[in-house]
């Protein structure tokens, strides 16, 4: 587990690690261990317009370059911005991972 995805307690923090302990001895598949990787850290915290835009502005985008990267609509990048809409689902994972590994894991 990496320092920025913490565990949501103690006792899934305890879960976890008996679960990877088991996944390397080969009684747990890697598909079952993703499974409790994404039940045992906590959830992405959202985003406001003005940490998208801080983002989108560090790495030098426009907006429909960011839309593209996120596989979503120009209007919808517009929105989140002035805070109209949130991203959600994939949008808000896409964006979790440009902030925190940069545009390298995107393209």
Known sequence: MSSKNKPKSLIMEAVH??????HHLGFIDKRKMREFDSLCL?????????????????YKLSQAVLASLLNTSLSTVRQWEIGKKHPSGPS???????????LDVLI
């Open 17 to 22: 690690e008996t679960a990877s302990d088991i």
């Open 42 to 58: 906590a959830p992405i915290q959202g985003y406001t317009g003005e940490k998208i835009q801080a983002i989108r502005k560090r």
């Open 92 to 102: 808000l994972k896409l964006l979790d991972l440009l902030e925190r590994k940069g």
